[in-house]
């Protein structure tokens, strides 16, 4: 609780301008984990787009994950995530969906999303579902434009429990931008789900999972290409924290 009421906190600042959008690690338009509201090159009228990236992390044990990302008509993207665990013969996969239907054309301060995935964990172990509701809006922190997402949703499937809900809330930061010209975004997330139920590096499940890290898009200047690399820290404040580190390279059409 502590942890959330602490990132409620940073994401109460008046609004601002915050137009780069980029995939998580599971292959949506997000944070680290955290799917945003926003599509990927959102409000540049794009009836098209693909992203293709890769995350390696480590927090004792090693993961492979390279995603897909396809975004259509500025308001709808869909993809999947493949998720290799070294040396235990989990390789989980997973596809998901979004559609932004607010606004429902171009790029607005704020936006909501509602989104959903099919999970095949230890393929034939264990499927599960989640549907969710996503909420961005553009803010400013310490003069830093930030774009803020706010997630809750609901995992279905045989292993999880009735009662209980999803969240997630992180920012998108321009870090700096006097310094580093808007080639520099902190992200920052707390959520008490993981993308992948139960088998992700960010280790959600007991405690809850604080994620941190840096996103660098090299071509940020380029309006059809998209090339970014990524190093995160993630569950942070927990004695399970580990590295990750990745890239993303995509088009528009």
Same mark, same amino acid.
């Given at each position: 609780m502590?942890?959330i009421l602490?990132?409620?906190? &940073?994401a109460?600042?008046?609004l601002?301008?915050?137009?780069?959008t980029s995939t998580?690690?599971?292959?949506?338009?997000?944070?680290?984990?955290t799917?945003? +509201?926003?599509?990927?090159?959102? @409000?540049n009228?794009s009836?098209a787009?693909v992203?293709?990236?890769?995350?390696?992390a480590?927090?004792?044990?090693?993961?492979?994950?390279?995603?897909?990302?396809?975004? &259509?008509?500025?308001?709808?993207?869909?993809?999947?995530?493949?998720?290799?665990?070294?040396?235990s013969?989990?390789?989980?996969?997973? *596809?998901? @969906?979004?559609?932004?239907?607010?606004?429902?054309?171009?790029?607005?301060n704020?936006?909501?999303?509602?989104?959903?995935?099919?999970?095949?964990?230890?393929? @034939?172990? &264990?499927?599960?579902?989640?549907?969710?509701? +996503?909420a961005?809006?553009?803010?400013s922190?310490? @003069?830093?434009?930030?774009?803020?997402?706010?997630? &809750?949703?609901?995992?279905?499937?045989?292993?999880?429990?009735?009662?209980?809900?999803d969240?997630?809330?992180?920012?998108?930061?321009?870090?700096?931008?006097?310094?580093?010209?808007?080639?520099?975004?902190?992200l920052?997330?707390?959520?008490?789900?993981?993308?992948?139920?139960?088998? +992700?590096p960010?280790?959600?499940?007991?405690r809850?999972a604080?994620?941190?890290?840096?996103?660098?898009p090299?071509?940020?200047?380029?309006?059809? *290409?998209?090339?970014?690399?990524?190093?995160k820290?993630?569950?942070a *404040?927990?004695?399970?924290?580990?590295?990750?580190?990745?890239?993303?390279?995509?088009a528009?059409?």
């Open positions: 502590k942890k602490a990132l409620a906190t &940073l109460a600042f008046p601002a301008l915050s137009a780069y998580n690690m599971a292959g949506q338009t997000g944070l680290i984990s799917p945003s +509201a926003r599509i990927a090159w959102e @409000g009228n009836n787009a992203t293709a990236g890769y995350s390696y480590n927090n004792g044990r090693t993961y492979n994950a390279p995603n897909v990302n396809v975004a &259509l008509f500025d308001r709808f993207e869909m993809g999947g995530v493949f998720n290799a665990v070294e040396g013969g989990n390789n989980d996969f997973m *596809l998901h @969906g979004k559609l932004r239907f607010s606004p429902w054309s171009g790029r607005g704020s936006a909501l999303a509602i989104g959903g995935n099919y999970q095949s964990l230890e393929p @034939g172990a &264990l499927t599960v579902g989640q549907v969710y509701l +996503a961005t809006y553009e803010a922190f310490f @003069g830093m434009e930030a774009d803020t997402s706010v997630v &809750l949703g609901k995992t279905f499937g045989s292993a999880t429990r009735s009662g209980d809900l969240f997630s809330m992180g920012f998108d930061l321009n870090f700096f931008p006097g310094v580093f010209n808007g080639y520099v975004r902190w920052n997330e707390i959520a008490n789900y993981d993308y992948l139920y139960g088998n +992700a960010t280790r959600a499940g007991s809850g604080f994620n941190t890290g840096f996103r660098i090299i071509l940020k200047s380029m309006s059809n *290409l998209k090339f970014d690399i990524n190093v820290m993630t569950d *404040l927990d004695d399970e924290r580990g590295f990750a580190a990745g890239a993303v390279f995509g528009r059409f």
